[in-house]
């Protein structure tokens, strides 16, 4: 029985361990790209990453917190 435990343990890590890889080769981003978001200031990043557009402040917030995004992309992109 602690044997097959062991085995399920195993298994299993290994198959977190492959999902794992495959979730650092989806969201890659490149140093430029990371470089870029570092401008947009870190409340704005939360407000999209955590605001409801359900109601009309959340919505403004999130309108607010894209555009600042925007803008930091634009600059990002007028650069290279």
């Known amino acids: 029985s602690q044997g097959k435990d062991l085995q399920v343990q195993t298994s299993n890590q290994q198959a977190l361990l492959n999902e794992l890889r495959q979730l ?25 990453a955590q605001e409801s557009p359900s ?14 995004l925007y803008k930091a992309l634009q600059a990002g992109m007028d650069s290279e």
């Open 55 to 68: 109601t009309d402040r959340g919505v403004r917030s999130l309108e607010s917190a894209a555009a600042s």
């Open 24 to 48: 650092v080769q989806i969201i890659e981003v490149p140093p430029s790209d990371l470089q870029i978001l570092a401008q947009v200031p870190p409340s704005d990043l939360r407000i999209l």
